[in-house]
């Protein structure tokens, strides 16, 4: 089975934009889904709050971790067919039962030894290290911006389109890459693999 994870960006939250995508997603793509949203306005919140009661980045982690699973709740009310599930087992279930799945990622609010608690590592990297569990075999990152279609990982992050641990987990997974920026919507349908036909 061929499996796409879609990483939705937090900054696309509240736009038209992101309620198409996700109508498109829903209803238009026939290969097997897997999204991820970022902590928009809920992870902003927990650096605001962070800033006004300092407290360290372990736990400001975790938070951002929860602000990640509030906008996947909220996201899967905007279709019948979305759902948010919080472990890969899950998104298995959902896959299984025609569902598209809004991985959340409350499996690892208990600290996972492949991953920083920081706000260096977040929901870019976590949709690699989710993509390379699940075996995918692509990455498609949606970003409020456009970037060169031959950006490296390296470059991504040096630029802050992703965080600075994402070429490590970029590295581990062995699919291909993609960031979506405003000028490919029209064309999203293109970078979907058509499914096979039983013969």
């Known amino acids: 089975m061929s499996l796409t994870v879609v990483k939705i960006g937090g900054s696309l939250c509240g736009s038209a934009r992101l309620e198409r995508l996700l109508g498109q997603l829903a209803s238009e793509i026939e290969t097997p889904l897997v999204l991820v949203a970022g902590g928009g306005p809920f992870a902003d919140a927990v650096r605001q709050v962070q800033a006004a009661m300092p407290f360290d980045d372990i736990l400001a982690h ?5 602000a990640m699973t509030h906008l996947a709740e909220v996201l899967a009310t905007r279709h019948p067919r979305l759902t ?56 498609i990152l949606v970003k409020s911006v456009d970037v060169p279609a031959e950006s490296t990982p390296a470059a991504l992050a040096a ?12 590295a581990r997974f062995t699919g291909s890459i993609v960031v979506a920026g405003p000028s490919s919507d029209d064309r999203l349908a293109a970078l979907f693999p058509v499914p096979c036909e039983a013969s």
Request: charged share 25%.
């Open 62 to 66: 975790r938070l951002a971790l929860d």
């Open 84 to 139: 948010a599930v919080g472990g890969r087992a899950d998104v298995t279930t959902a896959l299984g039962e025609g569902r598209l799945p809004i991985w959340h990622p409350a499996e690892l609010r208990a600290g996972h030894p492949d991953i920083a608690e920081s706000w260096a590592v977040t929901s870019d990297s976590l949709a690699a290290w989710l993509a390379a569990e699940l075996r995918a075999d692509r990455l």
């Open 159 to 170: 630029a802050n389109i992703v965080d600075a641990h994402f070429p490590r987990y970029a």
